[in-house]
């Protein structure tokens, strides 16, 4: 485990990442690795958060997991539906925390392995890679209204979100008691809730247009994706800039449990 802070270990939130990707080199060298990435769109002033290198076989102690009052599943380039032996701890992990009822949000491959743990089905799309930016229909007024305190206002709940994309697996079967929140054109689970406790969303959140780019070029070095897909990508989405802040807003909202009256109301814009 690493820590976000050492030194205050008495702070009243405490959060986990658990890291189901390794540092690339680009990420390390500009932003300090995913980490820093994380704790910049998602942590607050007063907060611990740890770190979790899951992809490395680290885990939190279970006897430890009541402390914590919320985890954030990150993305990987790794299949969530497949059985490398850190996936299947993950995956006991999850349902150890869906049975506590704690906070965890699920992030593209976080959203995708929630879904397996709890009883749901992953697989690859048939439609192939969606990387990118992405409109998104949020299909739920009632979720932002009841666990996000916003009144019924279309300045504050957005019909549309243009978000940041990189997949080509996808949510095929919804775990029981799962509902959607938003769906696309390209993809019908976009992003899911279970009760008060749990949130998957397929895009990121914590993505800028920077990071999608070095993800592009390394997708193409590596012979995932062809350069014509490449061009094409990046012809498309030069020009236009993704509601991340807004996404950002609703995944950090929900994992700060932001449902309760006390905190008042949330504006999106």
């Given at each position: ?7 205050n ?58 402390m ?46 929630l ?53 080509q ?20 689970v976009?992003m ?17 247009k ?6 592009l ?16 990508t ?16 609703i ?19």
């Open positions: 485990m690493e820590n976000g802070d050492q030194n270990m008495m702070n009243t939130k405490r959060y986990a990442l658990l890291l189901a990707a390794h540092d690339s080199e680009y990420v390390k060298k500009v932003y300090g690795g995913y980490f820093n990435v994380f704790v910049v769109a998602f942590g607050e002033e007063g907060e611990t958060w740890d770190l979790y290198r899951v992809v490395e076989g680290e885990f939190p102690n279970m006897n430890e997991l009541e914590y009052d919320g985890f954030v599943v990150s993305g990987s380039p790794f299949d969530a539906y497949g059985n490398e032996y850190w996936i299947l701890e993950l995956c006991i992990l999850l349902q150890t925390l869906d049975s506590m009822q704690k906070k965890i949000l699920g992030i593209c491959f976080g959203h995708q392995v879904c397996r743990a709890l009883g749901g089905k992953v697989a690859r799309s048939p439609t192939g890679w969606d990387i990118g930016l992405r409109e998104i229909k949020i299909n739920n007024k009632e979720f932002f209204t009841s666990q996000l305190n916003l009144e019924v206002s279309n300045h504050e709940i957005p019909q549309t979100l243009t978000i940041i994309k990189c997949h697996d996808e949510v095929w079967e919804l775990p029981i008691d799962a509902e959607v929140v938003a769906f696309s054109d390209k993809t019908k976009e899911f809730t279970i009760g008060n406790h749990i949130l998957g969303t397929q895009g990121h959140p914590e993505y800028t920077d990071i999608l780019y070095n993800l070029d390394r997708l193409l070095n590596n012979g995932s994706i062809e350069e014509d897909f490449v061009e094409a990046r012809s498309k989405i030069e020009n236009i800039e993704p509601d991340r802040k807004h996404l950002e807003k995944c950090k909202n929900f994992l700060k449990g932001r449902h309760n009256p006390s905190y008042g109301l949330v504006e999106f814009f």
